[in-house]
């Protein structure tokens, strides 16, 4: 059991390249999330997955796109990265479903540390 | 809108000293709160959580935290800090009318032997 896996670990890009951060876990979890976190701001949403096939805006979605791929899967695109997205990515998953109506723990991946120059 | 305040970005005790770590909050609705604490290089691990049962919440590593109402706080306590303890906390709220999470800024803990 795995739990939250991410790849990469590390990433350096130019400015404009895209890239795609890759998140899986394994805990049949049916909500996923990815946040950045940088210095002195915490963590902040960019986009949720509720369930598998829906996605909405969290708090930065700008120069962000997510698939979620199946209910495993949930993948964070930089279509033409900026020095601003420079950060460090966490995915997370939590058990609720939409309709819950409760708050879950969310279980955080280890983390891509991106830099853009 | 929801939004978390921690005061005080570093803290720094004693080995053996009372950890107090603050949090507000500020909520329209009953809020869910949690505390998170992550090691360098680490994601972040739930420490613990209120969710509307005991205002006392007992967490892992001898952490607990207290939900109340009136002060709208949830401060983290610990009463004898460990060298293990240094790490960085996070408050958390959310709402039960979506999935979206609030963190605070983070309190950075050193432990001085």
């Known amino acids: 059991n795995a739990g939250v896996t991410q790849t990469p670990k590390f990433q350096v890009l130019k ?3 895209s890239m795609t951060l890759q998140c899986a876990q394994d805990m049949n979890h049916n909500s996923m999330y990815w946040y950045r976190q940088d210095p002195g701001m915490g963590l902040r949403l960019i986009y949720y997955s509720a369930s598998e096939g829906t996605t909405d805006k969290g708090e930065v979605p700008n120069g962000y796109n997510v698939s979620r791929l199946n209910k495993r899967e949930f993948s964070l695109r930089l ?3 900026a020095p601003s997205q420079t950060s460090v ?3 997370a ?4 479903a939409r309709t819950s109506g409760m708050a879950d723990t969310q279980y955080f991946g280890p983390g891509t540390r991106l830099t853009v120059l | 809108a929801q939004s978390v305040t921690q005061l005080g970005s570093h803290v720094s005790v004693s080995e053996g000293a009372l950890v107090l770590l603050r949090c507000n909050y ?7 709160l949690f505390w998170y604490v992550q090691y360098p290089n680490q994601g972040l691990q739930l420490l613990l959580k209120y969710t509307s049962a005991a205002t ?3 967490g ?9 109402k009136s002060e709208t706080s949830f401060h ?3 009463p004898s800090a460990h060298m293990s303890d240094a790490a960085e906390y996070f408050c958390a709220v959310s709402v039960d009318t979506g999935n979206q999470f609030y963190f605070g800024t983070g309190t950075s803990l050193t432990v001085i032997p």
Do not use: D, M
Request: charged share 20%; aromatic share 14%; glycine share 6%.
């Open chain 2, 26 to 32: 500020s909520s329209s609705v009953p809020p869910y």
């Open chain 2, 60 to 68: 892992i590593n001898g952490f607990e935290a207290e939900f109340k």
């Open chain 2, 56 to 58: 006392l919440v007992k």
């Open chain 1, 79 to 81: 279509e033409s990265a």
């Open chain 1, 15 to 17: 400015t404009g390249q």
């Open chain 1, 89 to 91: 990515y966490f995915c």
């Open chain 1, 93 to 96: 998953s939590s058990p609720r």
């Open chain 2, 76 to 78: 983290l306590t610990k």
